[in-house]
């Protein structure tokens, strides 16, 4: 029975993280940082502890400082939230050795499935499809079975993950200078240099599935999140349905699901993420062993809270709901705003929000932790805000998040609202028939000033 969870994430998912808790009754404690001091989850907070300086490697990265945290405070269970810690097996272990209970995957999940190279192999075991490559990370062998395979390749990092330690490559000729490139990539964001190709996959769609596992064995699948709108390899718009899978698709994508978490005896929340080509032959890519930021769109379509169920699984409870339960009932749609100048390549914008006006009505959930006044720091990812509409039909939930992202008013800071104004309005968006690089076509390298003018 948790008694006392400790949250040790900061922004929207800790907020989140706080008023799941506060529906189970569950007293919880916030760690934050110096720069995270006057965010909204600290004010909601049962308690709250300051972990560390401002810099991530020294908070909310810092093992040590976060488990006596948890000591101090008297709590018996910790939520990793998603980036960070959430997937770092040290810190899971740590934590089953010091009695803390980790809302998440075990560590023999991690190992299994958190290498995305070994993740392929077990895949390829489970009798799931994998887009063709060579996992081992031994330079000369990559390149031989490249040639092999095809150009256009992808060089990844193994232990990668936010489009970091990524590289197209068209050409022998560039293999190896895109190969050291990943591999430094891969050291400087994760610590670990390993590397494997695949084939690249023309005008694919990126659609993953939400799972739940429990205690028992039971596996809960849930609908198909289309999360091909991207930039750069991050995710900036996801919506559920997708309109490009039919109930065929739909069901393979969630038999196959179903196969890797049995497989590892999956336990907790996770996603499994597939590219899925235009003959709708979808390919596992990797798993993802946490909540994910996009989790709104789903529980906006089934109406089953995913990060509730996170904890009651982590604290052998019995879930509210059954199989039979988790349906299709609206179509959501998720715009990530980033603190952000479209219109200056992305540049983060850190800075004092002086005004903030959010929509409001029918069919729109915003996830956020800032406020009117709140100074966004310069430290942390660029996420300020996650806003969700939804309705009967796509069509309804476009023009939603159309009149959502104009009646919004941010000031003192850029973002990405603009961006997503001409996205959701773009033929392609409409149609459904958009894909992955369909927003890096448009908005090229060589006329970012255009990126808002499409």
């Keep these: ?90 810190f899971v272990e740590i934590c089953n050795s010091a009695r803390i209970i980790f809302v998440g995957p075990t560590p023999e999940n991690l190992r299994m499935i958190g290498d995305k190279s070994l993740a392929k192999k077990i895949a390829k075991k489970a009798k799931v499809p994998v887009i063709p490559g060579y996992e081992e990370n031994d330079f000369k062998k990559a390149l031989h079975h490249a040639k092999k395979i095809g150009f256009p390749i992808m060089i990844k ?39 494997y190709i695949e084939k690249f996959i023309e005008r694919p769609r990126h659609i993953e599935i939400q799972v739940l596992c429990d205690n028992k064995g039971n596996i809960y699948v849930f609908p198909e999140r289309d999360c091909s709108i991207q930039r750069r390899h991050q995710k900036l718009i996801e919506e559920s349905p997708s309109p490009f899978a039919d109930r065929g ?89 980033n603190a952000e100048d479209p219109e200056n390549n992305f540049m983060p914008s850190p800075g004092r929000i002086k005004k903030l006006v959010l929509p409001a009505g029918p069919g729109i959930r915003i996830d956020t932790h800032i406020y009117e006044g709140y100074f966004i720091p310069p430290y942390y990812d660029s996420l300020i805000m996650k806003l969700i509409t939804y309705g009967r039909t796509r069509e309804e939930a476009i023009e939603r998040m159309k009149r959502a992202l104009d009646e919004i008013v941010i000031e003192g800071i850029k973002t990405t609202v603009p961006l997503y104004k001409k996205i959701i309005s773009h033929p392609l968006f409409l149609s459904g028939r958009y894909y992955v690089g369909f927003v890096d076509k448009v908005v090229s390298e060589s006329n970012q000033k255009e990126v808002i003018k499409w």
Excluded at 15 to 38: F, N, Q
Excluded at 171 to 185: A, D, S, Y
């Design 1 to 90: 029975m948790i008694r006392k969870l400790f949250v040790a994430n900061r922004g929207e998912i800790a907020l989140r993280v706080i008023r799941a808790c506060k529906e189970l009754e569950i007293p919880v404690v916030i760690g934050y940082s110096d720069a995270d001091r006057y965010s909204l989850p600290v004010f909601l907070a049962d308690e709250r502890i300051c972990i560390g300086p401002s810099k991530p490697k020294e908070s909310y990265l810092n093992i040590p400082s976060i488990i006596s945290s948890i000591e101090i405070t008297g709590a018996d269970a910790v939520h990793p939230g998603y980036g960070f810690l959430s997937e770092n097996i040290q």
């Design 157 to 195: 990092a193994s232990a990668g993950g936010g489009g970091r330690g990524m590289r197209k490559v068209y050409t022998v000729e560039e293999f190896e200078k895109m190969w050291n490139t990943c591999k430094e990539e891969a050291k400087i964001s994760f610590g670990e240099e390993s590397l």
């Design 249 to 337: 698709l739909r069901k393979k994508l969630q038999k196959y699901a179903k196969k890797i978490v049995k497989y590892i005896k999956y336990r907790n929340a996770g996603t499994i993420e597939f590219l899925v080509d235009q003959n709708k032959n979808p390919y596992f890519i990797e798993m993802n062993t946490r909540i994910q930021v996009e989790h709104p769109v789903t529980e906006c379509v089934t109406g089953i809270d995913l990060v509730k169920s996170q904890i009651k699984i982590a604290d052998n409870s019995k879930l509210d709901f059954s199989h039979r339960d988790i349906k299709i009932n609206y179509h959501a749609i998720e715009c990530r705003i």
